[in-house]
């Protein structure tokens, strides 16, 4: 019993400091402003490019002169590529990512809340491993000295940034939700999920 206040001790202290607790909500609001504001400009940017990409090349049919976007599809690609990492990052805050909870909804507060804090482990473990994995793929490119196919002197790594720090993200948006259910008492699990869940997918920011 010692051993677990002394292991638990450090864990109190951070939840009840209330300047510690401050960092962490405004480092919160920053990687969702982050995460939100990626996704949007990348999805806008990739469209954009594809639509004027398509005018060009049927305006090309008529006017030779006129040619497409070299640099069009490859840029519009990354666009869309860092436009769902970041938005799949954002997800993980707002709870809008598929899940049945019709089944362990039957079950007991305590298992309950055993059952949710066992799928954000599961998930914290894949995506830790996701960012392991595509920091390797990063550097592996940055180790070969790939460049982009049609911006010739940026590296393709730079393009690839987007899988580890998207992959952080969500990797600490899953630690964050076991520390949320880890403190909140196993009778509010299941209303306070739900009430995320309604809430995050109703409100929109």
Known sequence: MGLFKLITKPFLWA???????????ILDCVIAAINKNVAVIGIVLGVVITAANVILRYISSFIPEVSSLTWGEEMARYCFLWSAFFGAAYGF??????????????????????????????SATFLGFMLYSSINVVFLNYELGYMSEAFHKVPLFVFLLCLPISFLGATYRSVEKIYEVA?????????????????????KD
Request: contains cysteine.
């Open 93 to 122: 805050r707002k709870g809008v990512h598929i899940s049945v909870m019709t089944f362990i909804e039957r079950f007991s507060p305590r298992v309950f809340k055993v059952c949710v804090i066992s799928s954000h482990i599961i």
């Open 15 to 25: 939840h009840h400091n209330q300047s510690l607790n401050r960092f962490f909500r």
């Open 183 to 203: 403190w909140t008492p196993a009778s509010e699990v299941i209303k306070n999920t739900q009430a995320e869940i309604i809430h995050d997918n109703v409100k």
